[in-house]
């Protein structure tokens, strides 16, 4: 069960290039998050979605977009990238209307913006 | 509004010793409460979860909670450090079930945990 699968690893990106983070899990979770990991600021939410075709902002969304046509798959994309989107990014899934389903966290992908 | 506030960003303990690592939430209701521990260029990883059956909740790797209400706490206990243990621990709040949001969880900013051989 390989759980949330996200890719790249890592990402070098000059400013104003384009790209998508790519998230996909296999538990048919309703529920699928974005999440930018920076020092001393914990987790901050990007984006989410309750289930295909219907996803909502966080708290941090500027600069980013998703779309969510299946239930396995939730990319996040980075339109035109600016330095301060330089983190860590963390997709996480769970079964959504539920009150005590854990998040399941994918390895990560390191951006750096130049 | 929910928060969770994790006392001290840096923790060394001893190799053996008591690892202690505080969590503190406020919430208007009855919260579901995690702890998760991030190892070095890992995701995160669910240690253990407290949803109301029980105020002591053990985790993996012999690690264990205990939910104290009266304190707000959910403080993160083991009794042996070990070299393994060193990594990052995040404290979340979840379970609030907004219409159409499905899920939301909270997060401490972490406590990174050093074990001193």
């Known amino acids: 069960n390989a759980g949330v699968t996200q890719t790249p690893k890592f990402q070098v990106l000059k400013t104003g290039q384009s790209m998508t983070l790519q998230c996909a899990q296999d538990m048919n979770h309703e529920y699928m998050s974005w999440y930018r990991q920076d020092p001393g600021m914990g987790l901050r939410l990007i984006h989410y979605?309750?289930?295909?075709?219907?996803?909502d902002q966080g708290e941090v969304p500027n600069g980013y977009n998703v779309s969510r046509s299946t239930t396995e798959d939730f990319p996040l994309r980075l339109l035109s990238a600016a330095p301060s989107q330089t983190s860590v990014y963390f997709c996480a899934s769970n079964r959504g209307q539920s009150y005590n389903s854990p998040l399941h966290f994918g390895n990560g992908t390191r951006l750096t913006v130049t | 509004a929910q928060s969770v506030t994790q006392l001290g960003s840096h923790v060394s303990v001893s190799e053996g010793a008591l690892v202690l690592l505080r969590c503190n939430y406020s919430s208007s209701v009855p919260p579901y409460l995690f702890w998760y521990v991030q190892y070095p260029n890992q995701g995160l990883q669910l240690l253990l979860k407290y949803t109301s059956a029980a105020t002591l909740v053990k985790g993996i790797n012999g690690f264990e909670a205990e939910f104290k209400k009266s304190e707000t706490s959910f403080h993160l206990t083991k009794p042996s450090a070990h070299m393994s243990d060193a990594a990052e621990y995040f404290c979340?709040?979840?379970?609030?079930?907004?219409?159409?949001?499905?899920?939301?969880?909270?997060f401490g900013t972490g406590t990174s945990l050093t074990v001193i051989p």
């Open positions: 979605s309750v289930g295909a075709g219907i996803t």
């Open positions: 979340a709040v979840g379970g609030f079930l907004v219409l159409n949001t499905g899920n939301q969880f909270y």
